[in-house]
């Protein structure tokens, strides 16, 4: 090998080491917002969006698909690059940030908040052909919870941790029986 060829692949060799560090720095910090965003976003999800009115919304889509006006698939709905149908989506869908909603052709929708830790909800349709049951179980474990009639959040986070799922559930509790008694 020349000494001018040996130059040139260890120049090579050095940009390519640079680009892999690069992109396995950027990849983590995307992580790591990620996980950050979903920290705050969970709670929003969980406690502070009015449930019926989040299924509600979603039932919007079923009809949406059922009447021919939306196609079934996936709608991206980040700030990046949403998808342009997304832009008639109801305003508390797009107020709550998820990734992409996917509206499936039997009515059901998904809004999939995170690409790293799986989470979001799943809300049935009305008069939907089947038993609304919990849908989110691996190996035993549950990792799904009934928001209300027909609305379930999931949670992959609930299959390596069950005892979040506890918490969760005791936190619906209590804010549902504020809800009922009007005590904030």
């Known amino acids: 090998m020349k000494k001018g060829d040996k130059w040139i692949l260890i120049g090579c060799l050095a940009c390519g080491v640079a680009v892999v560090a690069y992109l396995g720095y950027s990849g983590a910090v995307w992580i790591m917002r990620d996980l950050k965003s979903r920290e705050a976003r969970r709670p929003l999800l969980l406690y502070e969006t009015d449930h019926r009115e989040l ?47 996917d509206v499936k052709k039997n009515g059901l929708v998904y809004l999939v908040m995170s690409p790293v830790v799986m989470y979001g909800v799943v809300a049935y349709p009305e008069n939907y052909e089947g038993t609304p049951t919990n849908p989110f179980k691996y190996s035993g474990r549950s990792w799904g919870i009934e928001l209300i009639d027909g609305l379930w959040y999931y949670d992959e986070d609930f299959q390596k941790h069950p005892e979040h799922m506890k918490d969760v559930e005791e936190l619906l509790k209590k804010r549902k029986s504020e809800d009922s008694s009007g005590v904030p």
Request: hydrophobic share 35%.
């Open 55 to 101: 299924l509600e919304a979603c039932r919007e889509l079923s009809r949406q698909v059922a009447t021919g006006q939306l196609e079934p698939g996936s709608y991206q709905i980040n700030r990046i690059n949403p998808d342009p149908e997304s832009r008639q989506f109801p305003q508390l869908i797009l107020d709550l940030l998820p990734m992409h909603v």
